[in-house]
């Protein structure tokens, strides 16, 4: 009965001896990577499936009569920041309500559009159906994108971003802040 409760003690004892060090070392590896994705640059151009991506939008809009145009694309930080104080301490109209570093333009993973009219002026018509179609341009543009695996700032609830796209591939604005970058979560 003794050599039992001693047995149990001692494999109690290794148990937890053994998890504490598999904890230590899970915990030690996961600082040493938080470290390392924390000293990641930031990108500097579109993500390489993005930028596919944005030019396949475009050929497919064209193949159905409407012209657009990519108004925006990647964003540095201090752009950002100068495009957010547009309408606050700068002049303009509030156009975005991220800082810098709140946008998945800053990661390169996000594109804006508009619509290029036959005299080459772009315009921000919603409602335009410049190819007959009998549905506006821009919801089709919008399909087009969806279709391709983008997030249409139009669908979202809280705040309508009509021009904008985007893909988060599954990371939160807070874990490209940490330095994930889309290619820690896709799989070749």
Do not use: C
């Not at 156009?95 to 559009?113: C, K, M, P, Q, W």
Request: no cysteine; hydrophobic share 40%.
């Amino acid at each position: 009965m003794k050599s039992l409760k001693t047995f149990r003690t001692v494999f109690s004892l290794l148990f937890l001896f053994i998890l504490g060090a598999f904890l230590f070392i899970w915990i030690d590896r996961e600082l040493e990577f938080r470290k390392e994705r924390a000293e990641r640059p930031l990108p500097t151009g579109l993500h390489p499936i993005v930028e596919t991506k944005r030019d396949e939008l475009i050929s497919r809009s064209a193949d159905i009569g409407i012209d657009i145009v990519i108004t925006d694309g990647f964003r540095s930080i201090d752009e950002q920041d100068q495009l957010h104080q547009q309408g606050r301490s700068a002049d303009g109209s509030i156009v975005t309500y991220a800082e810098g570093g709140e946008s998945y333009h800053n990661y390169g993973l996000a594109i804006d559009f508009a619509l290029r009219l036959p005299d080459g002026a772009v315009i921000w018509d919603i409602e335009r159906d410049g190819n007959g179609s009998g549905r506006p341009d821009w919801f089709e543009v919008a399909d087009i994108g969806k279709e391709l695996g983008f997030e249409w700032g139009g669908d979202w609830v809280r705040f309508k971003d009509y021009p904008h796209f985007q893909m988060d591939f599954g990371l939160s604005i807070r874990q490209l802040q940490e330095g994930y970058r889309p290619e820690d979560v896709i799989a070749d």
